[in-house]
């Protein structure tokens, strides 16, 4: 069984920084494309960083960039999203999500191809 486990999430003031972490059971990483995404209050979910690292290719979304920082650890099945310089429009529920066969441009630009996905974890950053 597939399961997705995300922790880390808070409260920050602007500027702060957090780091998200997702825990991964089922399946290994370096099969799969692993995804952050977001959903704020009243917006649809974004991918926010995506990464495959059978081709070494992680994309971010343009408004995360130069901010935020994914990487894993496959022989923990791990993923973690540092996240820098935060904003209050940041503010979301963050998801770690998993696919197959899908290329990292494609999660962020199209928003789909997961398959697998964590219960989420709330980030709040105040002004």
């Known amino acids: 069984e597939v399961q997705l486990v995300e922790s880390g999430g808070g409260l920050v003031q602007a500027g702060g920084s957090l780091r998200l972490s997702c825990s991964a059971s089922g399946f290994t990483f370096d099969d799969y494309t692993i995804s952050w995404f977001r959903q704020a209050p009243g917006k649809e979910r974004e991918g926010v960083a995506s990464m495959t690292n059978s081709i070494d290719t992680t994309e971010y979304a343009d408004s995360v960039k130069g901010r935020f920082a994914m990487s894993s650890d496959s022989a923990k099945n791990v993923m973690y999203l540092e996240m820098n310089s935060l904003k209050p429009e940041d503010t979301a529920v963050y998801y770690c999500?998993?696919?197959?066969?899908?290329?990292?441009?494609?999660?962020?630009?199209?928003?789909?191809?997961?398959?697998?996905w964590g219960e989420g974890t709330s980030v709040t950053v105040s002004s």
């Open positions: 999500a998993a696919g197959r066969g899908v290329h990292p441009l494609v999660v962020i630009r199209m928003g789909y191809g997961m398959e697998y």
